[in-house]
């Protein structure tokens, strides 16, 4: 398993480093985005169940293709999704919705969990940081989904109230948003 986190790890840090560099291109396909997040999402149900996180899928079918990059939008769902089981405590709860309307994926992610303060929040994106030291992540996940979310050319957002934490992820799926040399 540990072999497995540190590839993951490594994986992580490699396309951030492409992204620095301006090597990470888009590879836009048409397939169908609410199907590819449905099979990640349930992927997640054992760990959830494991943890007695109360886990809650709203994913709204869309039968028609769109057009996006498999590949970053598997990572910033897994991402996401790994992120809220992990810092949510047993019995906690985690939801994921999925929806696509007026060519625009969107994709929440909420869970219940410690309330982040002001300076928190606006510090989640940034590479290596970490609320605190007990943390065991490394602090580079957020900071590559939003990277891989600004070079789909969509929008993040992330705010905690009571004692949620939602992630808010805008993405465009009309073919007309990306250049030719982004089609795969």
């Not at 498999?70 to 929806?99: H, Q, R, W």
């Not at 510090?123 to 900071?143: H, K, P, S, V």
């Amino acid at each position: 398993m540990n072999y497995l986190i540190n590839q993951s790890l490594v994986n992580q840090l490699l396309d951030l480093s492409k992204i620095d560099a301006g090597q990470l291109k888009l590879r836009i396909q048409k397939g169908n985005a609410q199907n590819l997040i449905a099979a990640l999402a349930d992927s997640f149900n054992y760990s959830a169940s494991e943890k007695n996180i109360d886990y809650h899928l709203d994913l709204k079918a869309y039968n028609e293709a769109v057009y996006f990059d498999k590949d970053t939008l598997e990572k910033i769902t897994v991402n996401l999704l790994s992120n809220a089981l992990k810092y949510t405590p047993g019995k906690g709860v985690v939801t994921c919705e999925s929806f696509i309307e007026n060519n625009k994926l969107y994709l929440n992610v909420k869970n219940t969990g410690v309330r982040l303060t002001k300076e928190e929040l606006s510090n989640l994106f940034t590479r290596f940081y970490q609320t605190d030291e007990q943390n065991n992540g490394t602090g580079i996940g957020l900071a590559l989904v939003k990277e891989l979310v600004e070079l789909h050319k969509g929008a993040i957002t992330v705010n905690s109230e009571n004692n949620w934490v939602k992630f808010s992820v805008i993405l465009p799926v009309d073919k007309k948003r990306y250049k030719n040399d982004e089609f795969y």
